[in-house]
């Protein structure tokens, strides 16, 4: 069965720190990616997805995220993160039709 | 548009009972997905509905249970509710395209709080 694995489940950063999270997935058939933010209090958002092509995907308020085929990873990156970028994030994975999450990483910026 | 709405938001039941959860999806949208959401394991697949008919399911025991209506809407019910049942349950619609398969993206309600003591 296709799994998702974020390595970082907690990280705590500076404003202005740069980001990186890590999210690694088994299958390795075609798939779509996802990266989902949910801020406190709110509903879970897509960041961003990667169905096809450049595999440098941008999303939305600066983040993106590169998908690396051969290593099986999906990174989601910050060059300079906000307090407001506070929250948790799912990577995800489609693929049988239904998407799986990983556990999420909950980010915490320190202003 | 408005967005997916689930009712209620939070509820408090006591071990044994049954629940109903309800969402009604954007408009337009005929997938419905249910997840439940719990701190240590994130968001785990319940099951999926389009045109009224369950499409996918995940590893969760059978007094796990849903269904779609004509217009979209999906309810999912949990009986005999055990403590290990209290979490956020999230529902999320999408534009299913029927031949090439789930798009993937889903667009997710503010979900329903349920509480088992």
């Known amino acids: 069965a296709q799994s998702v694995s974020q390595h970082n489940h907690h990280v705590i950063l500076s404003e202005a720190a740069s980001l990186e999270l890590g999210c690694n997935y088994s299958y390795g058939g075609t798939v779509n990616l996802f990266w989902y933010v949910q801020y406190p209090g709110q509903h879970l958002q897509l960041l961003l997805k990667y169905f096809s092509g450049d595999p440098l995907v941008k999303g939305i308020k600066g983040f993106e995220a590169e998908f690396i085929k051969s290593k099986f990873s999906f990174n989601l990156r910050k060059p300079s993160v906000q307090w407001s970028d506070t929250a948790e994030y799912f990577c995800?994975?489609?693929?049988?039709?239904?998407?799986?999450f990983g556990t999420g990483t909950r980010l915490l910026v320190s202003p | 548009k408005a967005g997916v709405t689930q009712t209620p938001r939070y509820l408090i039941k006591t071990r044994g009972q049954q629940v109903t959860l309800s969402c009604s999806p954007i408009s337009g949208h005929r997938s419905v997905s249910w997840y439940q959401q719990t701190p240590g394991q994130g968001l785990q697949f319940l099951f999926e509905?389009?045109?009224?008919?369950?499409?996918n399911k995940g590893n969760f025991p059978g007094r796990f249970s849903g269904r779609q209506f004509s217009n979209s809407r999906s309810e999912m019910n949990v009986s005999t509710l055990e403590l290990g049942d209290s979490a956020l349950y999230l529902c999320?619609?999408?534009?299913?395209?029927?031949?090439?398969?789930?798009?993937?993206?889903?667009?997710f309600g503010e979900g329903s709080r349920l509480t088992v003591l």
């Open positions: 995800a994975v489609s693929s049988f039709q239904k998407l799986v």
């Open positions: 999320a619609s999408s534009f299913r395209m029927r031949r090439e398969g789930h798009t993937g993206e889903l667009f």
């Open positions: 509905y389009f045109s009224e008919t369950q499409r």
